[in-house]
Nanobody, 121 residues
Framework: QVQLVESGGGLVQAGGSLRLSCAASGTFVSINAMGWYRQAPGKQRDLVAT???????NYADSVKGRFTISRDNAKNTVYLQMNSLKPEDTAVYYCSADARLNWRPFLTTYWGQGTQVTVSS
């Protein structure tokens, strides 16, 4: 019912920047919170940042001051601006969205397919 398409990953040198985008499409009443998570090889998927429809944000301590999450509610799109990238930021980055599918007050979480971010030292 909801598809999330991510873009913007790639290879960058330490200290560089990347901007990730994720657009939600499909059949839904509304998209509530959206976020970014990441998973490095052999590790669990961890929160990077989330943002509500009202613009309230939450960040992992490891990215505070370097990453900025934002969204365009009209386009159901979330962005992640990543600055001062470090090799330890290397991971597959996943977009998430909490969607309300119908009149019932329940939310379903959807995930994107992931985009690789590699930071070389």
């Amino acid at each position: 019912q909801v598809q999330l398409v991510e873009s913007g990953g790639g290879l960058v040198q330490a200290g560089g920047s990347l901007r990730l985008s994720c657009a939600a499409s499909g059949t839904f009443v509304s998209i509530n919170a959206m976020g970014w998570y990441r998973q490095a090889p052999g590790k669990q998927r961890d929160l990077v940042a989330t943002i509500t429809t009202g613009g309230n944000t939450n960040y992992a301590d490891s990215v505070k001051g370097r990453f900025t999450i934002s969204r365009d509610n009209a386009k159901n799109t979330v962005y992640l601006q990543m600055n001062s990238l470090k090799p330890e930021d290397t991971a597959v980055y996943y977009c998430s969205a909490d969607a309300r599918l119908n009149w019932r007050p329940f939310l379903t979480t959807y995930w994107g397919q992931g985009t690789q971010v590699t930071v070389s030292s």
